[in-house]
C-alpha cells in the first residue's frame, strides 16, 4: 500500500504577560530575582489568604482577542485545575476552563507566497507555576516559586497546521502580534513564550483527525520545526510498520533532535476542573471593550499596507520590516532622516544592517548604527558624495564608532571624484597601459562594445580606488576609445 500522508498541527502557546506584578498577587513580575524572593503568601496558597484578579491582565487579554478578531466574553470565569506537582504548592492552578475570555477568533499567516487563515480556538488567562531547578542540587531537586502567579494567556489554535513550516508561521505571527500589543516582551530564552505542538498524521484527503501526540514546551522557532518533522516522521514510520500512534506527551531533546515519551497523555477530566469559589466571574461590557479597542496599536497587516502605500514598498520587503516593531520603528525613522529614499533605506536594513546585527546576535534597539546615522549614510549616496560601493565601507567604520558619516568620507578620502579632469587623466592612462585591449574594443562591430567596455571601466575604477563617478568614467571611456 502507497499512502501519502498529511500532517495535521495544532499549536498552544504560553505567553507571558507584562505586568507589573502577579495575576492574582500584588508580588513582582520579574525574570531574574534571586530563587524564592518574589513568591508572597498569596503565590504560595498559605490558608486564610485570598487571590484578586490583577486589571491590568483582562486588559491585555482583550487587546489580544481584538487583534485576532475573537469574541471577548462579557463574562468569564477563573476555575481550578487539580494536579499535584512540587512546583504547585496549591495543589491547583487557576486557570479558565468553560468559559475563556477570548474565544473564536482568527489569523492570516503567509506561506510560500500564499495566504492562509488558521482559527484560534480560544485564548484563557491562567497563572504559571514555580520551577523545578536540577542544577546544583546534586541527587534532589530544587523549586524556585518565583514564577508561581506569574500571569500567562494561552493561546490554542485549530488543527488548521500542515506542515511544520506553517506551524512556525503560526507562531511567528502571533510573537509579532503579542510584542505590537506590547502585552508581553516575547523573550523565548526566558519562557515568556513557549510552545506546545500538537501533532498527527492521516491518509492526504482524509477528513477525519489521527491519534495526537503533544510536544512541550520548546522555545525556539527552530526546535518548534525540527520537533514537528522530527514527529510527523516518526509517526509515519510507525503507522508504515503496522503500528499505532498513541495518545500522549512528549519532550523535544534539542541535543539529539528527537522527541520522547514523557507520560501518557491526561483528559481534561483528570483535572476535575471547578470554578474557583475564591475569584468573582470576570465581567465586563461593551463600553470597556470599545474603549480598549481605541487603544490599539496600529498592527503587522496594517503597517505593511501602509508601507506599501506611503512609501511604495515590494509586498515583500514591507513584510520583512513589520516583522518586528523594533525594525518598522527603525525604517520610518531613517527615512525621515531621508525622505524619498525608502527603498536604499530598505535595503540597508535588510542588507548590510541585518547581516551586522545577526553577526554579533543583537537586536535592532541595540544597533550600533542609529537610524539617524543611517539616514546620513544614505543621503551621501544619494547626493553622490560617496558610492554605493564604497557606502559599505562607511556603514562598517560607523558600526565601529569610527565617528559620523561625513567625518568617516573625509578621514578615510572616500569622496567621490566627479572632476572631469581628473577621471580624464585616468581614462587616458587606462587607454594608454591596455593596446590590446583598446585595439579589439575598436574592431569589434558596435553592438558587441557595450559588453566590452566593461572591462576600461573597472580598470579606471581600480586606479581611483573605487572613488570615480562609474557614469561619468563610462561617457568619457565611450568618447574617448
Ligand atoms: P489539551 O488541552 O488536552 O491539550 P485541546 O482540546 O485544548 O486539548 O487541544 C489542544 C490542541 O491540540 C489544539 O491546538 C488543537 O488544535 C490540537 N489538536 C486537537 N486534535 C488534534 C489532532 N488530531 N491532531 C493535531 N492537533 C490536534
Ligand atoms: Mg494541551
Known amino acids: 500500500m502507497n499512502v501519502q500522508w498529511e500532517s495535521v498541527i495544532g499549536l498552544e502557546l ?78 491547583y492552578q487557576i486557570s479558565q476552563y468553560e468559559l475563556p475570555i477570548v474565544s473564536a477568533g482568527r489569523v492570516q499567516i503567509r506561506i510560500d507566497g500564499a495566504t492562509r487563515e488558521i482559527g484560534i480556538t480560544r485564548a484563557h488567562l491562567e497563572e504559571d507555576a514555580g520551577k523545578s531547578v536540577h542544577e546544583g542540587f546534586a541527587g534532589s531537586t530544587g523549586i524556585d516559586l518565583n514564577r508561581a502567579g506569574a500571569p500567562l494567556i494561552e493561546i490554542v489554535s485549530e488543527p488548521d497546521l500542515r506542515s511544520a513550516g506553517e506551524a512556525v508561521a503560526l507562531m511567528k505571527k502571533i510573537h509579532a502580534l503579542v510584542r505590537y500589543l506590547e502585552i508581553s516582551d516575547g523573550n523565548m530564552q526566558e519562557g ?184 546620513g549614510l544614505v543621503k551621501r549616496i544619494a547626493d553622490g558624495t560617496i558610492s554605493n560601493k564604497l557606502g559599505k565601507q562607511v556603514f562598517e567604520a560607523l558600526w565601529n564608532g569610527d565617528g559620523d558619516v561625513d567625518g568617516i568620507i573625509e578621514k578615510q578620502g572616500l569622496k567621490q571624484v566627479t572632476d572631469a579632469g581628473e577621471i580624464g587623466r585616468l581614462v587616458e592612462d587606462v587607454i594608454a597601459e591596455n593596446d590590446a585591449q583598446v585595439r579589439q574594443y575598436r574592431n569589434a562591430a558596435p553592438e558587441k562594445r557595450g559588453k566590452m567596455i566593461g572591462y576600461f571601466v573597472g580598470q579606471v575604477m581600480k586606479k581611483s580606488g573605487g572613488k570615480a563617478n562609474p557614469k561619468q568614467v563610462n561617457q568619457l571611456l565611450t568618447e574617448k576609445l
Open 192 to 375: 515568556s513564550f513557549r510552545c506546545d505542538a500538537n501533532v498527527s498524521i492521516r491518509p492526504a484527503g482524509d477528513g477525519g483527525l489521527g491519534t495526537r501526540t503533544e510536544t512541550k514546551n520548546i522555545n525556539s522557532f527552530r526546535f518548534v520545526e525540527q520537533a514537528i518533522n522530527h514527529e510527523i516522521g516518526r509517526q509515519i514510520e510507525l503507522v508504515e510498520a503496522g503500528r499505532e500512534v498513541v495518545q500522549e506527551t512528549r519532550l523535544y531533546d534539542p541535543d539529539r533532535n528527537e522527541t520522547r515519551s514523557m507520560r501518557g497523555k491526561e483528559e481534561a477530566n483528570d483535572y476535575r476542573y471547578f470554578p474557583d469559589p475564591d475569584l468573582p466571574p470576570v465581567v465586563i461590557d461593551n463600553d470597556y471593550i470599545e474603549a480598549i479597542r481605541r487603544q490599539l496599536p496600529e498592527l503587522p497587516e496594517q503597517k505593511q499596507q501602509r508601507f506599501m502605500e506611503t512609501y511604495g514598498l515590494s509586498e515583500y520587503d514591507s513584510g520583512y520590516l513589520v516583522a518586528n516593531r523594533e525594525t518598522a520603528d527603525y525604517f520610518e525613522s531613517a527615512v525621515t532622516g531621508v525622505p524619498g529614499q525608502a527603498k536604499p533605506v530598505a535595503n540597508w536594513i535588510m542588507g548590510e544592517l541585518g547581516a551586522a546585527l545577526n553577526r554579533e546576535s543583537i537586536s535592532i534597539n541595540d544597533s550600533k548604527v542609529s537610524a539617524s546615522m543611517l539616514a
Open 14 to 91: 504560553h505567553v507571558q504577560l507584562a505586568t507589573r506584578s502577579k495575576i492574582f498577587s500584588g508580588a513582582a513580575n520579574r525574570f531574574g530575582a534571586p530563587p524564592n524572593t518574589q513568591a508572597c503568601a498569596v503565590d504560595l496558597g498559605l490558608p486564610g489568604v485570598l487571590p484578586v484578579a490583577n486589571e491590568e491582565v483582562i486588559r491585555m487579554a482583550v487587546m489580544f482577542g481584538l487583534a485576532v478578531d475573537a469574541s471577548i466574553a462579557r463574562q468569564s470565569v477563573f476555575a481550578r485545575k487539580n494536579y499535584f506537582y512540587p512546583d504547585l504548592p496549591k495543589g
